[in-house]
């Protein structure tokens, strides 16, 4: 595959985005060489998914969803791994970042696939463990089907200061926020790609509204400190395909 176009990016501007806002749009540019072959990948690995339908534990949010995690596509797909591993990529989010950028060790969360396939599939409100997420879209509804980025930035400053636990029930205060106009909704396209401070970001997939609509993701995880050893909980249940949902 192309390495990572990164000419046509104003790093400055990104830069600044990314340490404001948590959340930074790449240019369609960075990844258009190589999308089409994602896109027949993603395709080919679809029969593989484990669907889910459960209550996350801690954050009690709803997951009804496909995946694919860390483990399957380490065995199943060469070309996601080499895709994963472009020094490009992380010589763009260092860039980005204004610091060194390391891979995940998550088995399981390192890279995943999510579809969401229909109404009421959603991928709900949670953290992510690894600091960083970036995240290509394959396929996307029309805008007025769903499946929107939501997110709030600050959140673990937010509970402090309320007295929230960040990772606990947080049905209540997501609603202050969204009354508050505190929550961001970022509609995609497909090829589009963001980054985001997915620690600090609690985010969610917003539920699909319509028969047919379809939202699927390639999710790139990626950690601020070397060799960070860890294995997320949530992401176990998620991601880990000898788990029951």
Not at 21 to 37: H, I, K, N, T
Request: aromatic share 8%; with cysteine.
């Amino acid at each position: 595959m192309t390495p990572v176009n990164q000419t046509s990016i104003s790093l400055r501007a990104e830069s600044l985005a990314f340490a404001r806002d948590g959340y930074v749009r790449l240019p369609r540019s960075c990844f258009a060489s190589v999308f089409s072959e994602l896109e027949r990948e993603v395709t080919r690995l679809r029969e593989y998914a484990k669907t889910r339908d459960f209550i996350m534990p801690g954050y009690e949010t709803l997951r009804r969803m496909s995946t694919l995690g860390g483990k399957d596509i380490r065995r199943l797909s060469p070309m996601l791994v080499d895709f994963y591993n472009y020094p490009e990529t992380r010589t763009l989010l260092s860039n980005i970042c204004g610091q060194e950028v390391f891979s995940c060790n998550d088995e399981n969360e390192w890279q995943v696939i999510n579809w969401l396939e229909g109404p009421g599939e959603t991928h709900g409100w949670h953290l992510d463990d690894p600091p960083l997420a970036v995240v290509l879209f394959i396929e996307t509804p029309s805008a007025s089907d769903g499946g929107a980025l939501e997110f709030i930035n600050g959140w673990r400053q937010l509970c402090a200061v309320v007295g929230s636990d960040p990772e606990q029930n947080a049905t209540s205060l997501i609603e202050r926020c969204r009354a508050a106009g505190l929550i961001n909704a970022k509609v995609h396209a497909t090829g589009d790609a963001y980054l985001m401070r997915a620690d600090q970001c609690l985010h969610r997939a917003a539920p699909l509204t319509a028969a047919g609509a379809r939202r699927s993701v390639i999710n790139l995880a990626f950690e601020l400190q070397p060799d960070v050893r860890r294995t997320g909980v949530t992401a176990s249940l998620l991601y880990d395909k000898s788990r029951n949902s």
